[in-house]
């Protein structure tokens, strides 16, 4: 049968399939078989004593034991009460009044009225009715975990069966009410004309399934016969199943998820989110759900949990999904087959402080988030990165070693790096010529300074299309390298920091060029022309080393001023600029030998005429050599500024000042290379940033100007743009690159002062799939939980940002302003907002509006995506109780796969 055919059976059918497949038909024997005689009070009049008027009295009771065939009680019975205690010697009862309280071991029985048998071991308890006409002191029967009140109770210790009237208890997130109720033995119970509800009000509860009888098994299920539905104290008898079944576990277990269902414009009916969850343990669960569409898409996944307290938490997700668009043969025909594994481990630094393991994998197929991405964020997303790391250090030893499976993409070129493994092995600081025993001041050789380090890659760069597709280790590229620095530093006159350095490095290459040549009929496809470059590798193994000496010298003083307002009346007290010149210079002597002959030459033409250029013999390896032929130098230049006022608080009687920072950085910064024969210097680089009134209003900016000038080509040449250009001074310091800078603002209220109002959860797409499963959704860490805080009336925050670049001739300006927040126009109503406008496209991007309503028992969430790629809406309304909230609710949706 076709896949659309059987879905349509299914939603024509379904109230059918959710009898058959969630509801378990227990048949409740003996139900009506209640102790009638129970019912009444026996009337007889008492010769009844008073025994006392003050507080708490209390008494005990030791019970002989029995024969063992018989139902005996082996505890003490403790009795007391506020009012009174009459004791009848006739009939061995005894009465108590006014917070009555029977206590038998785990039993805990209190009311405002309680009689109790001496000879029977039985106890009978009950409200009081006052002046007004109200019931008050209902009692409280109390068993271990078990709670409930109720109307009337009668109770007998040696049977621990008892007969109950308007009960009502709490059985793991959700209520029952019951008109008559039997406590079995086996402390199960018998209900008859019973309510069972997430509601929390006792009285009048807000909606509830009224069953006509039912079973209680504790900790286990409750079972009940015909039920229906009553919201409003209105019944919905039309809505209603001839038995139930109702999980009241607090332990994990396993069980069906029930799919949702509904249809899709591209992907036709659906049956979404349906599988099998396996509580395995109070640490370890897994999930296994699929959908299924009728127009050819599918998907399944896998959810994993495994926690141990102390030790690790590790949560692993495996995905698979083919979207399927239109009809084989038709122009608009699509498929895409994705996969994704997401896998997070942590592990409790306690557990093994010397030994560590941590995962943090997100790999997915280039199109995956295309396709099935949940979220506009996600959607976004075009990098992600994994990473497995081991890790090790010896207590006592400077060494720590280290290993790392490293993935990166992008799924814009569809370009994966994977590096299988990395492995280092390093060594801390450590000063070989300062003695342990050492006091007073260290000597300059003191402070020098050792370390080591080492680090073997094996890498590839491909598509991912190729990664799982014939790619053979040989197409990884790998090698080893090591270093060993030695190096100190001092201060010469005060300012000045002194930095000489010796490092060694040596690199094992796996291959390297043993000629680069230019071929003039070779055909250059990229370029598309005759004439290229041709490389001709050794294909052997080649160790480079190299001794490095280097020296650098750097100052970087602070300058104060001050200016002080000697009105003691002014709010402005004083105004501090600090100002952190910073300059520095670094030499490396030519290496000579020891470097050129890991270099070469060749020739090629460009533009007619030959031209010789070098090349490393490493050029194609994982590694480059760390220094070129020729001596090298450079000179760096910076200058930081910070603005800061102090003033007095208008809210400190003391007259306290306080610190205000008008400018926390601005930064100009610029290098000079002393042995470049042209375009010495590096661009100049300009930041700042600052923030005022508590944060609210934050500014960033930043530049980047170049002060040479570019030919007709777009090219830098060894002329300043001081000379070429006019206008005034700071248009010439040079050419502008780029300029960028935003400013955000975040305003909120303060937070309500009563806390009567209930925190809200709402959910965002998938997490609905685990919340079927009750305590599963805390487990699976990429299912998002939006908490929804209608204590906070509002909060906004307003962000533009401007960017012009010109790198060359063109231009490019960009202009964004974003908005959010949130704002609870009553104690029940939130509306959160998030949007984006381009100024310079004239049009919304990324847009989203969700309206959050709280009804008590009830929740209602709407979500509307207006504009964009993932233009779509959600909504719900439904019950906050896990054990009734996949069953009675009502949701629509648009869904944004529409769009393709």
């Not at 000079?672 to 944060?695: H, Q, V």
Request: glycine share 6%; net charge positive.
């Amino acid at each position: 049968m076709h896949k659309n055919s059987i879905i349509k059976l299914y939603l024509k059918f379904r109230y059918s399939v959710f009898l058959l497949v969630l509801i378990i038909y227990l048949p409740i024997k003996n139900f009506a078989q209640i102790d009638k005689s129970n019912r009444r009070i026996n009337s007889t009049t008492l010769n009844n004593q008073a025994i006392t008027d003050t507080a708490f009295v209390p008494d005990t009771i030791q019970i002989r034991k029995k024969n063992k065939s018989e139902n005996v009680i082996e505890a003490q019975v403790i009795y007391k009460a506020q009012d009174s205690v009459v004791l009848s010697r006739d009939q061995e009862k005894v009465y108590l009044y006014k917070d009555a309280r029977v206590e038998y071991g785990d039993i805990v029985l209190e009311a405002d009225y309680i009689e109790y048998d001496q000879k029977k071991n039985y106890v009978f308890a009950r409200g009081v009715v006052d002046s007004l006409g109200n019931l008050n002191g209902k009692p409280q029967f109390k068993d271990k975990g078990d709670e409930f009140s109720a109307k009337t109770i009668k109770y007998n210790f040696k049977t621990k069966k008892g007969y109950i009237e308007e009960v009502f208890t709490e059985e793991e997130q959700g209520f029952l009410h019951s008109e008559q109720t039997n406590k079995l033995e086996d402390n199960s119970f018998l209900l008859k004309n019973g309510k069972y509800t997430t509601c929390d009000l006792e009285d009048h509860p807000h909606f509830y399934l009224k069953m006509s009888k039912a079973k209680v098994i504790p900790n286990d299920k409750i079972i009940s016969g015909p039920a229906y539905l009553v919201m409003q104290d209105i019944p919905f008898k039309f809505l209603g199943v001839p038995f139930g079944f109702f999980p009241n576990q607090s332990e994990y277990s396993s069980g069906i998820m029930i799919p949702k269902y509904g249809e899709e414009k591209n992907r036709g009916f659906f049956l979404q989110d349906g599988g099998y969850y396996f509580g395995i343990s109070d640490k370890m669960d897994l999930a296994v759900t699929g959908d299924i569409f009728s127009k050819g898409s599918w998907g399944g996944d896998i959810n994993y949990r495994f926690r141990k307290r102390y030790k690790f938490n590790t949560v692993f997700n495996f995905s698979y999904a083919e979207f399927v668009k239109s009809e084989k043969g038709l122009p608009d025909y699509l498929k895409s087959k994705d996969m994704s594994i997401r896998w997070t481990h942590t592990q409790d630094p306690k557990a093994n402080p010397n030994t560590k393991f941590s995962a943090s994998v997100n790999y997915s197929t280039s199109s995956y988030d295309q396709f099935n991405s949940q979220t506009i964020d996600e959607r976004a997303i075009n990098t992600k990165s994994s990473s497995i790391t081991y890790g090790k250090n010896w207590p006592g030893s400077p060494f720590r070693f280290n290993m790392n499976l490293k993935h990166s993409q992008n799924s814009n070129t569809n370009n994966v790096s994977l590096t299988l493994p990395v492995i280092t092995l390093n060594m801390d600081r450590q000063y070989p010529f300062r003695s342990k025993k050492s006091t007073g001041d260290t000597r300059w050789y003191e402070d020098i300074e050792v370390q080591y380090s080492s680090k073997f890659e094996n890498r590839i760069n491909t598509a991912d299309s190729l990664l799982f597709n014939g790619t053979k280790w040989s197409d990884f590229d790998n090698g080893f390298q090591h270093t060993i620095p030695l190096s100190t530093n001092f201060k010469i006159l005060q300012y000045f920091n002194l930095s000489p350095k010796v490092e060694y490095t040596g690199i094992l290459f796996t291959n390297y060029l043993k000629t680069r040549y230019y071929d003039n009929n070779a055909y250059d496809s990229k370029n598309n022309r005759y004439g290229m470059v041709q490389d001709v590798e050794a294909n052997s193994m080649k160790y480079a080393q190299l001794v490095e000496p280097s020296i650098s010298l750097s100052v970087g003083p602070n300058i104060y001023g001050m200016y002080g307002f000697n009105n003691p009346d002014a709010k402005v007290i004083a105004v501090r600029h600090v100002v952190t010149p910073s300059a520095g210079i670094s030499f490396r002597p030519d290496m000579g030998s020891m470097v050129e002959q890991y270099y070469g030459e060749y020739t090629e033409y460009q533009n007619g005429s030959l031209v010789t250029k070098e090349y490393s013999i490493f050029d194609n390896e994982l590694y480059n050599f760390p220094a070129a032929p020729g001596k090298s130098g450079s000179v760096s230049l910076g200058l930081n500024n910070t603005l800061e006022m102090k003033v007095r608080s208008d809210k400190d009687t003391t007259n306290t000042a306080k610190k205000i920072k008008l400018l926390e950085s601005f930064k100009l910064s610029t290098s000079y290379n002393l042995f470049a024969d042209s375009l010495n210097w590096s661009k100049i680089s300009i930041s700042g940033r600052t923030s005022m009134f508590e944060n609210k209003l934050s500014f960033n900016f930043g530049a980047s100007l170049d002060p040479y000038a570019i030919n007709e080509t777009g090219r830098r040449y060894n002329q300043f743009y001081w000379d070429k250009s006019d206008g005034f001074f700071l248009s010439r310091l040079g050419r502008l690159e780029r300029i960028d800078f935003s400013i955000d603002i975040k305003l909120n209220s303060r937070k309500r002062e009563d806390n009567n109002n209930e925190t809200v959860q709402t959910e965002t797409f998938r997490d609905e799939q685990n919340r079927q499963t009750g305590r599963y959704q805390e487990s699976i860490q990429d299912q998002i939980v939006t908490y929804v805080d209608f204590d906070i009336p509002w909060n906004i925050g307003l962000n533009y940002k401007f960017v012009y670049s010109k790198p060359q001739f063109e231009k490019n300006v960009t202009q964004t302003m974003s908005l959010s927040g949130n704002i609870s126009l009553t104690k029940k109503w939130k509306i959160s907002f998030r949007a984006n406008y381009d100024l310079v496209k004239d049009k919304l991007s990324s847009t989203s509006i969700n309206i959050n309503r709280d009804l008590h028992c009830w929740e209602m969430t709407f979500s509307w995506i207006p504009v964009g790629y993932m233009q779509s809406y959600n909504f719900q309304i439904n019950v906050k109780g896990s054990t009734l909230r996949d069953f009675l609710k009502y949701h629509k949706r648009k869904s944004w796969q529409d769009n393709l």
